[in-house]
């Protein structure tokens, strides 16, 4: 069901516990102040936001992006826009010799620079070109997983913290890789969050989990902590939770990475090109 919040603008909900799509919003225009305090609201209460339709271009992008707070850059700086080094670019494309992006991204769930001491608030993905079948976008509420827990799970977890990796998540996910240099793994060491986050603008609690990037959980034995991740992430990708996006050629989506995990889905790219282009939004640290 759509619901009016202004004379053009709105909003319809994509699954029962995440996601809204955003109707009546032409993202080369100044989004309204009133407006956007709506866009803010039904982010932090639905966690990702889906505009279809859009025909922006990188500076657009990076203006509407700035909105939400500072905008970051990545660590593969090579995969950056020259002109607008807000934008990391996934892609399979090949231009000159050389990959345009970063390709076969985020194939495990996570939640976007995890691995920093304070990660992102969340992201502004901009489809550019997309495959007519696959690459499909999973996402899951964290907020649900974390509410769909038995009370005697939530007593044991609510207060343990976990090691996050990039170097650990980098060496399973790009093994076929040249390894990372020794100033990139310092621009990333291991930092520790909390298993359980609570929302800085909603006081909501989510469960705060990831595939490959979560090294351990601190103070369990190995075994332990190994089977409880497992444990957990399986939990917090169940169906009921999750939304899968199916992309065309001017969609932007933003989601919260405070309170989801999302995960990229293969298609056949020898076949088709995918251009996609990515801000990322600064945060603060967990609690």
Known sequence: MLQATSSTLQLENLSPFIGTAVHGIDLREPVSDADFAVLRDALNQRSLLLFRGQQIDEGQHVAFSRRFGTLLGHVLTQFLKQQHPEIYVLSNVTEGGKPIGNHKEGWNWHSDLSYKA?????????????PPEGGDTLFASMHAAWDALDPAMQQRIRHLKATHSYANYYGKAFADRQPLSDKQRADVPDVQH?????????????????????????????????????ELNAHAIDPRFSYRHRWQAGDLLIWDNRSTMHCATPYDDHKYRRVMHRTTVAGDRPF
Do not use: N
Request: without cysteine.
């Open 194 to 230: 909390p298993l359980v986050r609570t929302h800085p603008e909603t006081g909501r609690l989510s469960l705060y989990v990831g595939q490959d990037v979560v090294k351990q959980i601190d103070g369990l034995p190995a075994e332990e902590s190994t089977a409880l991740l497992a």
């Open 118 to 130: 304070e990660p992102s608030l969340g992201a502004l993905l901009y489809a550019v070109e997309v």
